[in-house]
């Protein structure tokens, strides 16, 4: 039988917080080139690794949310294309979701969950646009202006949608397990 | 009083942890994902699922096409020979599973099954049933990645069969592609075949792309026509992979 966790030594919890996390954004990066049976809209999937910023950032610092951010942002360039990289738009979210105040405006439940990653993937995908329409490379490989605000119009929107609707498979175990530590390390 | 020693003593196991991070997510970045996508294809390797019998009846028929095909190309060649033109020769396909699809729908691209040790190299042209796909931009050992013909800053040098008109082929995402010809007023109609054409510096010439669908003469610029892609790469499962003789980094593997 297994000892309770508030039995385990702290040196033992903080190792096992860190196999889950590095285990959990693992499982994230690994389901995005996926496409199971209603995981897809318009041959789109959720944004994974932006649920994760978002459950990580939404009872942490600005600072914490931002580093979040750059991590999984670059990770997510290693799985497409590192130019423009996906780092601003994830250390953006971090920084928001974690100055939202959550605690203090809104009830911490699915739904108020859900709604933040909405309003986060329309800010990634903006970011996104922003930078193909800033940055753009030499002619042989740029996109017209025009055409990358009339994709960010059709895809922003069902990208958040998926990405909201499957925001509590990865919130809800992470937030369950970030709580129950917070709990034995007051209650010890 | 504030001392930068106890500041250090405290966070100096969450700096290490931010800095290891960071680390660990740039050589993801460097190595453009290559060990997340060996896990990946670990994972999923059960699920890659086998041809069923419906498809096997398929691919003996296809075999058959493929064949005669192969008879009526070499003849073609033999008789271009006499005529002493130019003779292109298409290198041998490696068949491999579509095991992933792109990771952000910014970018049209799909993960392939083989790589390094199969032969694929970077630049190799990916077909599938219905036509091009696209072109492998990296690999690794098991796996390798293609950036799809929808890709919006994909390139392709094209021209329409009926007409030989030469125009360029840019991705709009999904199934759609638009071409822009050279022409002010090109002879090209909806239901025309469109294929690479041989000023491709990428491809080979004569893969068959896609289908014009309409037309759209009063852009400034230059005429364009909205082109639906033939191969339906969304369902497709396998592709074939082939190393084009104008890629020449693929000749070295080929013939070591």
Redesign the interface.
């Known amino acids: 039988m297994l000892k309770p966790l508030s039995q385990w030594s702290p040196l033992t919890l903080n190792m096992l917080n ?1 196999v889950v996390i590095v285990g959990s954004v ?1 499982l994230c ?2 389901t ?4 199971l049976p209603g995981m897809e809209l ?4 959720p ?1 994974w690794l932006l649920i994760w910023v978002v459950a990580w950032s939404l009872k942490r610092t600005a600072f914490q949310g931002a ?1 979040a951010g ?13 130019y423009p990289s ?1 780092a601003v738009g994830l250390a953006c979210v971090g920084i928001l979701t974690a100055r939202l105040q959550k605690q203090r405006y809104i009830e911490e439940d699915f739904i108020s969950v859900a709604l933040i990653v909405f309003g986060m993937v329309v800010v990634a995908e903006s970011v ?1 646009a922003v930078q ?1 329409s800033l940055f753009k ?1 030499t002619d ?2 740029s ?1 017209p202006l025009s ?1 990358i605000w009339v ?1 960010h119009q059709q ?1 922003a929107l069902s ?1 958040a949608i998926l990405s909201s609707l499957w925001a509590p498979v990865v919130y809800y175990p992470l937030n369950r397990w970030w709580e129950r530590l917070q709990w034995i390390e007051q209650s010890s | 009083m504030y001392s930068p020693y106890r500041w250090w003593d405290r966070h100096r196991l969450q700096l290490s942890l931010a800095v290891i991070s960071l680390i660990v997510a740039w050589s993801v970045r460097q190595t453009q994902g290559a060990g997340l996508l060996e896990v990946y294809r670990l994972i999923t390797l059960p699920f890659q699922g086998n041809p069923t019998q419906q498809e096997q009846l398929v691919n003996a028929r296809t075999w058959e096409l493929e064949q005669r095909l192969a008879a009526l190309e070499s003849q073609n060649q033999a008789l271009q020979a006499l005529l002493k033109q130019p003779v292109v020769t298409q290198g041998k396909g490696t068949v491999a599973p579509v095991i992933g699809r792109s990771a952000d729908h910014w970018w049209q691209q799909m993960t392939l099954g083989r790589g390094h040790l199969d032969a694929i190299r970077e630049g190799a042209i990916v077909v599938a049933p219905g036509g091009l796909v696209g072109r492998v931009v990296s690999a690794s050992d098991h796996t390798s990645r293609v950036l799809l013909i929808s890709d919006p800053t994909s390139r392709i040098g094209v021209t329409t069969s009926r007409s030989r008109r030469m125009g360029i082929l840019r991705g709009q995402a999904g199934d759609r592609a638009v071409i822009e010809f050279y022409e002010k007023d090109p002879d090209v109609r909806p239901g025309d075949a469109v294929s690479t054409s041989s000023l491709s510096s990428l491809f080979p010439p004569g893969l068959l792309v896609g289908r014009v669908e309409s037309m759209q003469l009063s852009k400034s610029a230059a005429p364009q026509a909205l082109v639906k892609l033939s191969a339906p790469v969304s369902d497709i499962n396998w592709v074939t992979v082939y190393l084009d003789a104008k890629t020449s980094k693929s000749m070295v593997s080929i013939n070591p």
């Open positions: 860190w693992a990066a690994l995005l080139p996926l496409r318009n041959g789109m999937g944004n580093l750059i991590v999984l942002g670059l990770i997510q360039d290693g799985m497409t294309a590192p996906h996104t193909f490379g042989s490989t996109i055409e994709y895809t990208s």
